[in-house]
């Protein structure tokens, strides 16, 4: 499949910084279907590539995606395929002028109105992550946007849209009530002591939701 069909078959979307090739390996094994790999610490660009080279070959090995966090200069030369922007990042249109047309650009929202902006943006969005649902530490000082936030994606958004922040099994129950096929995790795999284990868990919760008719 080409990337956006895999994107739009992807259901378990890992968020990590620079992991141990083990745990990714073993995360990728339990279901993961697109890793984006975060590193927000200053790096220099050439340990930056070394950190994607890992994850990209891990992601190779079971036909994931890999997306690079921030730096759509840097997607195509380290192998990713596609980056991911924040609302305070590049700008779409460059980001898409900077990775082509055949890569992926994904755009992080928080508010109905930035969902409804994702859709009209210069240079298209493929996919938009929506959060945080919940308060979490990987993002400190942003607010929750709360269930409602997922709610209204799952009403209005045409892009495949990914439910992040706090997301883990005590969560996502109401996170697939609201609407969500898709989430995007951090803690709940990159902190787990298994994190095969815990992949599986949170596919398995998202499968057995699939069976009863959410699209």
Not at 10 to 24: Q, S
Not at 62 to 87: I, K
Not at 89 to 107: I, K, T
């Amino acid at each position: 499949m080409d990337r956006r069909a895999r994107l739009h078959a992807a259901r378990l979307y890992l968020v990590t910084p620079a992991i141990a090739p083990a745990r990714l390996a073993a995360a990728l094994d339990g279901g993961v279907d697109l890793v984006q790999l975060r590193i927000k610490d200053a790096v220099d660009d050439a340990a930056l590539l070394r950190e994607a080279a890992v994850v990209r070959e891990a992601c190779a090995r079971t036909g994931a995606l890999f997306v690079l966090n921030d730096r759509p200069d840097l997607a195509v030369a380290a192998g990713a395929d596609g980056v991911h922007v924040g609302q305070d990042d590049v700008a779409v249109a460059e980001a898409r002028a900077l990775v082509g047309p055949d890569h992926l650009v994904g755009l992080s929202t928080h508010t109905p109105q930035q969902v409804h902006d994702a859709h009209r943006a210069a240079g298209r969005v493929d996919y938009i992550g929506v959060g945080p649902v919940h308060a979490t530490p990987t993002k400190p000082g942003r607010p929750a946007a709360g269930l409602e936030l997922v709610t209204h994606a799952a009403t209005a958004a045409a892009l495949p849209f990914f439910a992040i922040g706090g997301v883990d099994l005590l969560t996502l129950a109401a996170v697939r009530e609201a609407g969500a096929t898709r989430i995007a995790v951090v803690r709940a795999i990159a902190d787990a002591e298994d994190p095969a284990a815990a992949a599986r868990a949170l596919r398995e919760a998202l499968t057995q939701e699939a069976r009863v008719g959410i699209a």
